[in-house]
């Protein structure tokens, strides 16, 4: 229903920054509720942060809260990750996914639709 493509990763170093992109395809973005996850190599994919459809509610994980920022712009079928103060720990493929209505949007589950990823590498 929605196919979204991830943009922005790059190699940075400590303390930099970054945005990443989400470019969702249809008319039916604002429909969706947004979340960005990433996995680092031999690890888990964990959630990272959402915006509900509207964007006016937003979630973050502890590890990154007041470091990144997530945002969207729905006349643009487009959705962000501002993220501040790069730490080598963030270094991970950063995916962002789609969902209609869910409460539980922390939950990797909970999401229908996946991009491919982006790769952020944080140097020391």
């Known amino acids: 229903q929605v196919q979204l493509v991830e943009s922005g990763g790059r190699l940075v170093q400590a303390g930099g920054s970054l945005r990443l992109s989400c470019a969702a395809s249809g008319r039916t973005f604002s429909t969706y509720d947004m979340g960005w996850f990433r996995q680092a190599p031999g690890k888990e994919r964990e959630f990272v942060a959402a915006i509900t459809r509207n964007g006016i509610t937003t979630d973050y994980a502890d590890s990154v809260k007041g470091r990144f920022t997530i945002s969207r712009d729905n006349a643009k079928n487009m959705a962000y990750l501002q993220m501040n103060s790069l730490k080598p720990e963030d270094t991970a493929v950063y995916y962002c996914?789609?969902?209609?209505?869910?409460?539980?949007?922390?939950?990797?589950?909970?999401?229908?639709?996946w991009g491919q990823g982006t790769q952020v590498t944080v140097s020391s």
């Open positions: 996914a789609a969902v209609q209505g869910s409460y539980y949007y922390s939950r990797r589950s909970t999401y229908d639709y």
